[in-house]
């Protein structure tokens, strides 16, 4: 009987590098670059414990551009990092130029139309902003805001997500939303946040002025001081067993009742 050959075993390939999400960037020179050019920053993540000087007046630079700085552990740097030559920091950069809030108003105005806004108190999912900004720009909605922290920006995922509805719609990031929701008032524009608990129903809920729509996050919905803040809390009825809806999906209802009343 003829020998086997003793065969080694076939050496495994070597994984493609990962491509850097194209919504990130990696690196003190090309973080600095991009603050050079005013490109924008939504968010940047900085080794937790570092003590570089360097490092800490390119993360000055980054706050003084309105960008979130966030100490981050630098094994989580690791991972987002498909090179590993992150430096110590990384940075979300925005897909779109952000508005301000004093634009969106005066869209409203040149179009003659009573403002109608969406505020988005901690979204998360870039999905559900993304669906939020489509279903906004087709109801003739004039803007969407959202707070810098704890909320997901204009990123790549939700300028796909809103199928190009982010060319379209204005969307301003605000320090503080109840302070936002206070200058709102002053202005005369009534604000609505939904909530299981909203005394007045939606059908009940006049949509026909100025108003501004709050969605709350995916998990805890209107943070307390947005919720105190609103004039109503609208509910949306329920006839199922889930007792809630997706955040973009009550958007939508909402938008489409005031589309509804305005017409």
Request: hydrophobic content about 40%.
């Amino acid at each position: 009987m003829e020998e086997k050959r003793n065969r080694r075993p076939a050496r495994p390939r070597d994984p493609e590098p990962r491509e850097l999400a194209e919504d990130m960037i990696e690196g003190r020179n090309a973080l600095t670059e991009a603050l050079r050019s005013g490109r924008t920053i939504d968010k940047v993540f900085v080794a937790a414990g570092e003590t570089d000087k360097a490092l800490a007046r390119l993360s000055a630079m980054a706050k003084e551009a309105g960008a979130v700085v966030v100490a981050t552990d630098r094994r989580k740097l690791d991972q987002m990092s498909p090179t590993g030559a992150h430096q110590g920091v990384m940075a979300q950069v925005a897909a779109h130029e952000y508005a301000t809030v004093e634009e969106i108003l005066q869209r409203a105005e040149d179009r003659g139309e009573a403002p109608l806004l969406v505020l988005c108190d901690e979204l998360s999912d870039p999905h559900n902003l993304g669906a939020i900004l489509r279903t906004a720009e087709c109801a003739g909605a004039h803007g969407v805001i959202i707070p810098k922290r704890r909320s997901v920006g204009l990123t790549a995922v939700v300028s796909k997500t809103s199928a190009g509805a982010v060319e379209y719609m204005p969307v301003a990031r605000v320090g503080n939303l109840a302070n936002t929701i206070r200058d709102l008032k002053q202005r005369g524009i009534w604000i609505y946040g939904t909530a299981a608990d909203g005394r007045t129903d939606l059908y009940h809920a006049d949509l026909r002025g100025p108003a501004a729509i709050v969605i709350g996050s995916e998990g805890q919905g209107m943070s307390r001081l947005v919720a105190e803040s609103c004039d109503v809390l609208v509910s949306i009825p329920m006839k199922g067993q889930i007792s809630s809806l997706n955040a973009s999906a009550a958007a939508a209802i909402l938008l489409y009742e005031a589309v509804r009343q305005r017409n």
